[in-house]
């Protein structure tokens, strides 16, 4: 079935430890982002990638890393999580092409708990 | 950045129609969106506006004005699947979309 797989799809991490959450899509989007999602916040931006190579910085990218690698992956790193870092995490893909709707299409989740 | 505002909940009965305000203050646009979030699970996308107007699809409609940022989505008909979080989401022109904090609507029998 086509779509963005990510992994865990739950974690409770100890303060300090390094975390990466992994994100796979098969639709071969050429961009990708990571958001986190917060209670009474909504969606926030943390990195994204435009096209394999490329990254750039979201909203709140501070403490988290990304990686394009190739069309598929896009990895998010936490070097040393903290608690603020509690949240869920949803990586996202979208074939962008110029104009027209270029829709998102969202990844199940990934709950992290840090403590 | 974009500054997106809805309200956080509302209430609406079974059978009725219910309308999501969105206001948006944004240094670029290249169209709005909105998207369902049921508890617990991810965003899936409902409706795409780039010119001004209405569109329509099946029992949601949307409608944007450009000039004075704001949008509305109207779900009619309303049925208690229709329970869960509608998020507003302006795409600015480097294609990044950022998110209003959502309206949870709740449908009651």
């Known amino acids: 079935i086509a779509g963005i797989t990510q992994a865990p799809t739950s974690q409770i991490l100890a303060a300090g430890r390094r975390m990466t959450l992994r994100c796979t899509q098969d639709?071969?989007?050429?961009?990708m982002y990571w958001y986190r999602q917060d209670l009474g916040l909504g969606l926030r931006l943390i990195h994204y990638?435009?096209?394999?190579?490329?990254?750039g910085k979201g909203e709140v990218p501070d403490g988290y890393s990304v990686s394009r690698a190739n069309t598929d992956d896009f990895p998010l790193t936490l070097a040393s999580a903290v608690p603020s870092q509690t949240s869920v995490y949803f990586c996202?893909?979208?074939?962008?092409?110029?104009?027209?709707?270029?829709?998102?299409?969202f990844g199940a989740g990934s709950r992290l708990t840090v403590l | 950045g974009q500054n997106i505002d809805q309200p956080t909940e509302m209430t609406a009965t079974e059978g009725a129609i219910v309308q999501i305000n969105c206001t948006y203050q944004?240094?670029?646009?290249?169209?709005l969106f909105w998207y369902q979030q049921h508890a617990g699970e991810a965003p899936t996308f409902l409706s795409y506006?780039?010119?001004?107007g209405l569109e329509e699809k099946g029992r949601f409609s949307s409608f944007l004005s450009r000039s004075k940022g704001y949008s509305y989505l109207l779900l009619k008909e309303l049925q208690m699947k229709d329970s869960a979080s509608y998020l507003c989401?302006?795409?600015?022109?480097?294609?990044?979309?950022?998110f209003g904090a959502g309206t949870t609507v709740t449908v009651r029998a």
């Open positions: 996202a893909s979208s074939n962008n092409q110029g104009t027209g709707a270029n829709v998102l299409t």
């Open positions: 639709m071969r989007h050429n961009a």
């Open positions: 990638s435009n096209t394999a190579g490329t990254t």
């Open positions: 944004t240094s670029g646009f290249n169209g």
């Open positions: 506006n780039v010119l001004d």
């Open positions: 989401a302006v795409r600015d022109g480097d294609y990044k979309l950022s």
